[in-house]
């Protein structure tokens, strides 16, 4: 059966239009965009919307292990923490591995490196002794994961860091905790949260103790943030007592001027009551967005304890302390059965870009969380992409949706687009004044539609009249998605 389409919703205003436009007129303080890139993966810029969700992309991932448990510093298992980064279109990778005949609180932090993001080798790094000689590519050894980052404020001794976790059993050294939960007390020993610098990334100096007042049980992430001038960390946060359903694991937040002395963290991110009974957030794979102006991301990994499955979500934040999930749809799922990451997926840290693609690299295992267990083959490493911007999506839900910018300033002389309208949707964009009303010859009615899928589409306007004029002012903007388009980002150019 077929249907009939409502001119006046594709080619008009229409009511709802109408009175989202009326109820932006109002004075605001403009938010200054410049050239920059924008992205819409949040409420951020929005001042106004109807028919309009925020949707998830998921990633594009082959689920084929790139790194495998294949050398014997590795062979007890390629755990699921990753760290990668671009260093002259050299892909560099330090990842957990875990070696034959290792003590059961041993863990190794191994490197890798690839010309293609996709073959990787494991060359002899020459600083750790293992099996008698150090032709291996064992570069720090600790009880618990880390993760690396590049320090931009460092001096060149100190341009790499390393977060990692702690313990000795014997000495009684780490982190005391006493945990209260389902009506029983009992006391744990957990690693605590220290930290390594090295010059290269291979050669690492250990700091003189703990970086903070609090313990790990995950791969915590630290990075630079240049506009607040800070060292921004992400720890685990355990719940106890546990939330229903047997829920622990949160996502907590500390930071520093210096790399050390981290007050203790505040939580950030728990479950909620939008989802199941019993699922923990992972590890975060924190870090910024760097394609755009001022977006942090997370990456937790939602562990069910029903099925003892994970999967990859996403959460977003403009300051690093507040955020939200803006949908709970999966950015990445596990594999088909027989897949090496089928049960369980962990994303890492560090995004690749390359042309108008982003990779990124995560953990797998063909195993439940309970089961996983050290022994030769277990894990490996794997790479998603998505296409530059699109993570979350600005989406019609039915047959027309519209939005309004809060007032932005810009510069430039056009206005480009990151969108797909599918094969039947399209896009129009309309210049407002601060008070409301369009801006004459730049109203939507005006605008050419978008349609299709583009990365850069230019908004045009039949009129004629010129963009350009209005830079440095303050304008909002009106778009009118149909049909089920997505708006990713617009760029002022």
């Known amino acids: 059966m077929g249907f009939r389409v409502n001119r006046r919703m594709f080619l008009g205003t229409g009511m709802a239009g109408a009175a989202l436009v009326a109820r932006t007129a109002h004075s605001a303080t403009a938010l200054d965009v410049g050239d920059r890139a924008q992205l819409l993966l949040d409420d951020h810029l929005v001042e106004r919307k109807e028919g309009i969700r925020l949707r998830v992309t998921p990633a594009r991932a082959d689920h084929v292990r790139l790194v495998s448990p294949d050398v014997p510093t590795d062979q007890d298992g390629v755990w699921a923490w990753v760290t990668v980064g671009d260093e002259g279109g050299r892909v560099r990778m330090w990842y957990s591995g875990r070696a034959l005949g290792d003590p059961a609180d041993v863990s190794r932090l191994c490197y890798a490196e690839s010309e293609d993001g996709a073959h990787w080798d494991k060359p002899p790094c020459g600083v750790t002794s293992f099996g008698g000689n150090r032709k291996n590519n064992i570069v720090l050894t600790f009880q618990h994961e880390g993760g690396v980052f590049l320090d931009p404020s460092a001096g060149p001794g100190q341009r790499y860091k390393c977060v990692f976790g702690e313990r000795d059993k014997k000495r009684g050294y780490g982190y005391r905790m006493t945990l209260r939960d389902r009506g029983r007390t009992r006391e744990w020993l957990g690693p605590t949260i220290e930290g390594a610098s090295s010059p290269d990334g291979i050669r690492w100096t250990k700091g003189p103790g703990p970086l903070m007042d609090w313990y790990t049980d995950t791969c915590n992430v630290c990075y630079y943030d240049s506009r607040l001038g800070k060292y921004i960390c992400f720890v685990r946060d355990n719940q106890y007592p ?138 490996g490493v794997g790479r998603v992409r998505f296409t530059r911007h699109r993570i979350v999506a600005q989406a019609a839900e039915s047959a027309l949706g519209h939005l309004v910018t809060k007032p932005l300033i810009f510069s430039g002389r056009h206005l480009k687009l990151n969108a797909d309208c599918g094969a039947g949707g399209r896009i129009q964009v309309g210049v407002l004044g601060v008070d409301g009303v369009p801006v004459p010859g730049l109203g939507q009615e005006e605008c050419e539609p978008l349609i299709g899928d583009f990365l850069r589409g230019t908004v045009r306007w039949k009129s004629g009249a010129r963009l350009s004029d209005l830079a440095g002012k303050p304008v909002r903007l009106s778009f009118r998605l149909q049909w089920r388009a997505r708006l990713y980002a617009f760029r002022f150019w």
């Open 242 to 379: 546990r939330f229903k359903g047997g829920a622990i694991r949160c996502i907590g937040r500390t930071e520093s001027a210096t790399f050390g002395d981290f007050p203790r963290p505040q939580r950030v991110l728990a479950p909620d009551r939008e989802d199941p009974p019993g699922m923990d957030l992972y590890n975060s794979a924190a870090q910024p967005y760097p394609f755009a102006d001022g977006v942090s991301l997370l990456f937790p990994a939602a562990y069910y304890h029903d099925t003892d499955n994970l999967e990859i979500q996403i959460a977003t934040s403009r300051d690093s302390v507040r955020w939200r999930r803006p949908d709970r749809n999966p950015f990445l799922s596990p594999g088909r059965e027989g897949d090496f990451d089928s049960r369980m997926v962990y994303m890492g840290v560090g995004m690749i870009p390359r042309e108008d693609e982003i990779w990124m690299y995560y953990g797998g295992f063909d195993v439940g969380h309970e089961e996983v267990r050290r022994e030769p083959g277990m894990g």
